[in-house]
């Protein structure tokens, strides 16, 4: 089990999926499900990253029924305001009541030619509009048949971190996803996921402090599943998911964020 001290967050990334009229309807019924199981939100923190055209009704929804689940946008400009056509500033994020954003998710990174520093212009972003990034790293498999993949996150969180202050790094979220087991079904082993987690938190520890890498929540994403969840929040440093597909199903995510429920054999 990870640090108590950390909570464990599971986060839906939507992805390009869901209007608005879809979104508000996938999001209530998350949290019928949620309340009707006595979610305790205090003890696994539950969040969803819906596209920007849904944010302003998850916003009111999650206002109005005073939900306890946490949204965010899934990009962000590197940009403050201005002449930069179809961007979306983080204040216009902080503006709409999110908490988090993504930062360099590795579709991002593979479709938009987004760069470490890309990612550290967007993670600083997040951070002086008052936001909390995930930063996203992981590996091709061809690095991971190459065995380069731990050096290969290391070496995309010293990109995507550099000149942010430790009170700052301390902040945030970190994500590791295995772009091989992005949207694929193949799951990373909780060994696997453990390894490159154990690697990046090492990493901060040596470039901030002790302090700072046990402040840092970092989560597991590729594939995960009711059926994975609970291997993997098992091992001592995943502090939570990184949901795709499943996020899209209510009862399975609801599972994926009742993994301590479930594993105590509460109803499902
Ligand atoms: O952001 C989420 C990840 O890309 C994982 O997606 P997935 O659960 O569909 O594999």
Redo the contacts with the bound molecule.
């Keep these: 089990m990870a640090d108590a001290a950390r909570t464990p967050l599971m986060?839906g990334?939507w992805?390009m999926n869901l209007n608005h009229v879809e979104a508000v309807h996938l999001l209530q019924k998350l949290s019928w499900t949620l309340q009707d199981k006595k979610h305790d939100f205090e003890r696994v923190e539950v969040a969803v990253?819906p596209p920007f055209t849904d944010i302003r009704s998850v916003q009111t929804l999650v206002d109005g029924d005073r939900m306890k689940i946490k949204y965010g946008a899934q990009d962000v400009s590197v940009h403050d305001a201005g002449a930069y056509t179809g961007e979306i500033s983080a204040a216009m994020l902080s503006k709409l009541g999110c908490t988090y954003v993504?930062a360099g998710?590795?579709?991002r990174r593979q479709y938009h030619h987004e760069t470490d520093a890309v990612v550290n212009a967007k993670a600083a972003k997040v951070l002086e509009a008052g936001l909390i990034p995930i930063v996203?790293v992981g590996e091709g498999l061809e690095i991971r048949q190459a065995d380069g993949h731990v050096e290969h996150c290391v070496n995309q969180i010293d990109g995507a971190l550099v000149g942010l202050k430790a009170d700052d790094v301390r902040k945030l979220v970190i994500?590791y996803?295995p772009v091989w087991?992005?949207?694929?079904?193949e799951v990373a082993t909780p060994e696997d996921a453990q390894e490159v987690i154990a690697g990046i938190r090492g990493r901060l520890e040596e470039t901030f402090s002790p302090s700072v890498a046990d402040s840092v929540r970092i989560l597991y994403?590729?594939?995960?599943?009711m059926a994975s969840v609970g291997g993997i929040m098992a091992q001592p440093d995943v502090d939570g998911c990184?949901?795709?597909?499943?996020?899209l199903q209510v009862d399975e995510f609801a599972g994926i964020c009742r993994y301590l429920d479930l594993q105590l054999g509460y109803s499902s």
């Design positions: 986060a990334n992805k990253l993504l998710h590795s579709e996203c994500a996803e087991a992005i949207g694929t079904g994403g590729g594939s995960v599943k990184l949901v795709g597909g499943a996020s």
